[in-house]
């Protein structure tokens, strides 16, 4: 098959019509509607943690596997032929959209992603580009389109994803990982007018990207924001977050899927971060999930929130904490099983299976 992103015509209706009720057990629950049983899935479900995924990894690089949409493809069904998980999320990062902006994204071993040219002043910002996703993702958009049309059959749907602004920024300022994000707040605090023009162009880039996954079949869509909550107070997070988040949102709102706000580490402001948008809460594990359910509000469907740890605990341990986030989501409709952070690459895969099966048996009406 080409490399290049052909607008495939999975299907003749429209993406996932907001007026016709969806019957994977998945979108159901992203609208709040009853479902025979809870939906599983989990973060970084297709990852290290699997031999199959390592295997991939010895033969190619990340970014390789990232830009082919059928390596992408095969790596996406991996945890869905394995474990047999309720949605596929399309294997990719949420640093690569960077690279058509004009940073240079790397994933070194052992060490994460490097961008080598990272932004330290107001004239790097503008020189920033905002290309359309189907030049510069087309890798992702094309494997987006091959998981739909293998799991349309399974009624598995097909999830679609991106950084939200401040997570992005801050991979872009501090030209990687970190642990203080000094350089990023130094950054937000000096240069307030070129940081509003920087995450303008991310809620560009990104409310686009968003949308071209949709058109190429992703049935919903998350967005991460991983480290505004560690990196910043509520008033902060407030003045210089939360307006490009509800812009982000609002721009996404427009694309007829569900989208999932995930915000991570904000329990000291998790109602502010909820109201940026987004139809379902992805929750981390930080707080009990009916507490923080009750403050998201139950008009709201919830996505979460087992500690990915529990899963390196001996079974009995795992299951009684699997049975503590059913316990707290009390069968109540709107609730999409996960973890409230990535699955670590110690995790035995045979954990993810029982986990998987008893979610499953437990919640079968
Ligand atoms: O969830 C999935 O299975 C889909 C794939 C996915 C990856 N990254 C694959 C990946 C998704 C949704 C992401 C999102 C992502 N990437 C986030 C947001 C979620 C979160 O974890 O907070 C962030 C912050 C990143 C940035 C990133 N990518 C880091 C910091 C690292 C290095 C640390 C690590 O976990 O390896 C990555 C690399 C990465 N992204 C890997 C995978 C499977 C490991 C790469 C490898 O094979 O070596």
Redesign the pocket.
Known sequence: MASSYEPAGVTDAPAAGAETEPTSLFLRACRGLPAERTPVW???????YMPE??AF?ERHS?LE?IHSPELAAEV?LL?VDAFGVDAA???????PPLVGMGLELE?V?G???VISNAISSPRDVDLLGTPPAEETMAGTLGAIALVRRELEPRDVPVIG?A?APF?LAS?AIEG??SRDFSRTKAFMLSEPAAWRRLLTKLVTVQADYLLAQVRAGAEAL?V?D??AGRALGREDYLRYVAPANRDLYAATSEAGVPVIN?S?GVSAYLGEAAACGGDVVGLDWALPLDEAWERVGFDRPVQGNLDPAALLAPWRELRHRIDDVLDRAGGRPGHVFNVG?????QTPPDHVRHLVEHVRERTSS
């Not at 952070?341 to 690459?345: C, Q, T, Y």
């Open positions: 989990l973060l970084r479900q297709a990852g290290r995924y390592r990894r990340m596997l996406t945890p999320i399309v294997f990719s990062d949420i640093l994933f071993q060490e994460g992603p994803f950084g997570t991979y990687g990982s998350q991460f991983s480290w995930f991570l952070h990535g699955l670590v690459p």
